[in-house]
Every structure is written in C-alpha cells, then in structure tokens.
DNA sequence: GAGATTTTGTTGTTAATAACAACAATTGCC
DNA sequence: GGCAATTGTTGTTATTAACAACAAAATCTC
C-alpha cells in the first residue's frame, strides 16, 4: 500500500510472474494480447467447461437461428414429444428449470402453437403438455438442425472425443 | 387439428413413445415425475455440458460464498495476477468477456480494492490492471477455497476422469 | 370430514450475463 | 496533417438464475 500512485511501476511482491510484451502493445504485430497467461485458469473443469458451453450454444442457436429456436426451447420441445401429457413441474424437474421460467418458455412455445396446455384429468392443478401438429412438424424440421449442429461438434473434436466427452459429461447429469 | 377441445387424450401421431405413469402423479410414492424421457437429449454434447457447467458453478459460488466472488471474479483476479500490467483489452480478449462487461467487473472488484487501474505510460487511451496488496492476499484466500471445490469435482467424477475431461474441453478453449 | 399442509402454476423482482450500439479520447496509418 | 482504428466507457436489450408471494387444488392428519 505503498506504491500507488506512481503509474505502472511493476512492483508488487506477489506479482512476480513473467509479464510479456505485452505493455508494449504497440511492439510487433500490433496485434499483440495474444500471450497472455491464463495461469491455473486451465486447471479449473470450471473454466474450461465454461468456454466450451459459450461456444457449443453460439453455433447451436446460429445453426438454429432461421427456426428462431435457442437450446431450452429445444429441449423443452423434445421432452414434450417423448413423454405426451407430462405436467410443467415433472418438465420442471426433469431439465432442471425452474418452475416460473418454464412458465415464460411455455407461454413463447404456445403463441407460436407448437405447444398446448390442456387441463389434466387427474388433477385439476396441472397441466398436461402436448406438442401440436404444427408444433410436431416443426419440431422434426428443427432436430435436423440440430443433427447438423451436432456434426459440425464432433467434426470440431472428433468422434472419438466427443463419444468420451458424452460419457464423462453424463456423470454430472445422474446427480 | 382435429383433436383439440378434449383434454387430454394422447392422439397426436408423433407422440409414439411410452408415457411412464406421469399421468397418475398420485399413484405410488407420490413423489412421481421421476421417470421422465429425455430423448435425444443426451445424445447432445450442449444439454450434457449445459448441466455439468450449472452444476460446477453453484458448487464454485457456494463454497466462494464466504469471500464473495464469482468464477467471472476469479478469472479476472487470476489474470491479473499472472499478468500484472496487462490491458482491459487484453483481458477482454484473454478470456472472452466483452469489453462493456469487463468495466463492470472491475469497477466491483476496484471498489473492494483488490483491482487498480494505473494509466498505462505507453498508451494513455488503456489502463494497465494491477492487484493491490490486498488484492494479492485475498485472492491467496481464494485460490485455497477454488482447490477446496476443485477437490470436490474430482471426488465427484473420479480422478481420472477429471484429467480426461480437462484434456478433451481444452479442445475447444484453444479455438 | 374439517382443518392444516403441500403442490402446481402463475406473477413479480432482483441480479448476472451476453450482445449491441454509440461515443470521446487517443493512437496508428498513409 | 488527416483519416481510420483502438480503448475504455455508457447505455440498452434479451436471456437466464434465483427468490418470494399468491390462489387454487390436492393431500395429509386427526
């Protein structure tokens, strides 16, 4: 707490790392800020699976963006089709969103009639989710989509790594 | 189209697949809507990733609770840390956060003193990032609690597993 | 069966994050 | 010197996560 206000004199005893041409970043390239050390940021499963989601959802909604579907529609969609009738709370659980936001996906999904809430039989508090025609059709358009999506992934990491990367990823889906 | 004021009666030609006892909620345990058909889902890198990366996250805020700081946070001291002097730009770029979205976070983490921004002498349009002493300490602290919860990622997924996962996810990190 | 508790869907709020656009000061380019 | 690009900043918009509160209906308890 000695050293402020003198300007960039490198002098903390902590920060004793190397430092690259970085302050000069008018030096060589003059698009420098490539070597920066990312530290123990590499080590972390956190930050790296970070990145990799950002990029794996950027191509997904690019790819899918001329159907106007992100990945919670898309999923919320599939999970509809394969189990007809289930209620909001059961979709809730089953992909982990909450019960108010799933409200709001809903709501998206039903003015574009892909979807229907019908009152259940069994319990006059639920509602059971069906897909409609228009909702199915579209859906067998969008998960062509995402095949393709899917393709350009494993082309990225290879098949594989993305076989090893589906079996190890799903540890964290069964908790 | 022909089937909708009745409620729910399964008819849409799509909807083939098995329907668990979702409808009967109140069957057996009650505590039902387990068994809830995800489809190609996990056949999809981003769903399994989308759930890996929540569920690394709440466990990385959790056990930072008690410092206060987020893994945005931690990426951004560590950085720093590892590259005193560098550019916001440079930052920005290092870890793919924005430029406007950066401002905010050094802002926080300039208000609890961990952060300063010195004028840079080579371009006075840039700031040249610094930890302060207590920055530096703090983020001793932190590192420690990080460990803490990188310890518990390994005990959840295995060992090996973890370093496999590391390996495959740098994949994407280095495009 | 009446009353208390829980569940379900809904509404609303707050905060973190992502993506843009615009701007002033400054730098680099020619 | 003049023009284009860069840097940090401010602001807006949309998505998402996390809560809290609520009414209606179901379930539980005695």
Request: aromatic residues 4%; positive net charge; without cysteine.
């Amino acid at each position: 707490m000695t050293n402020h206000d003198r300007p960039e004199t490198q002098s903390h005893p902590r920060a004793t790392r190397r430092r690259q041409a970085l302050t000069h970043s008018n030096s060589t390239t003059s698009k420098a800020a490539q070597m920066v050390d990312l530290d123990g940021l590499t080590a972390h499963l956190g930050y790296l699976i970070r990145r990799a989601q950002i990029w794996i959802f950027q191509d997904f909604i690019r790819t899918l963006a001329t159907v106007n579907i992100r990945p919670a529609q898309y999923s919320v969609l599939t999970v509809i089709d394969a189990n007809p009738g289930l209620t909001q709370m059961s979709l809730s659980k089953a992909l982990g969103i909450e019960r108010a936001r799933l409200v709001h996906l809903l709501d998206g999904l039903e003015a574009r009639r892909f979807v229907e809430r019908r009152p259940s039989r069994s319990d006059r508090r639920s509602h059971a989710l069906y897909l409609t025609a228009k909702g199915g059709t579209a859906l067998a358009g969008i998960k062509e989509l995402a095949q393709e999506h899917e393709q350009r992934l494993a082309e990225r990491v290879g098949r594989k790594n993305r076989q090893q990367l589906l079996r190890l990823l799903a540890i964290f889906a069964s908790g």
